[in-house]
């Protein structure tokens, strides 16, 4: 890796991650009138269109199962979601808004669209955002495949270090 594209991965990560506190920063702002945290905004949003299971919400949401789940269960006790049955899994059941959580998240709909028509002109107009949209997607995009890969490298070398363990043969070096 070269000097340069190295100052660039790190450019982008910080960028990310300033860009993630950001929008953190401003969700808790959006979401906390609507009796809200970004948290349970970002999981009662992600089930609006249909209910998903818990480890669903948190593939889609790029966090951990255990996240997702202590959050789901804050939003069932308090009446913004429940539990459904799922037809597909019998012990992973789906979160679905109940019409409290579909208000809450009304309540915040005028802000958030302040805030995207703002966003839009600071960025110069529609197609400067759907670019940056592009491109951020495509960074997600790009992270998924690397992530993917090196998960299958690593899946490969377990496999073959217990096939040569299982016939008695010394475990290769590390890559």
Known sequence: MSREQQEALSRTALGVFRLGGQFLAVSERLAGPAGLTAARWQVLGAVLREPLPVAGIARVMGITRQSVQRVADLLVRDGLAVYEPNPAHRR???????????????????????????????????????????????????????EERDTLKERDTLEATEALEAIGEERPPAP
């Open 92 to 146: 992973a059941k789906l979160l679905a808004p109940t019409e409290a959580g579909r208000a809450a998240i009304g309540r915040i709909d005028p802000g958030h669209a302040e805030l995207a028509a703002r966003l839009m002109r600071e960025l110069g107009g529609q197609d400067a955002f759907d670019e940056t949209v592009r491109v951020l997607e495509r960074l997600s995009e790009a992270m998924d495949a690397l």
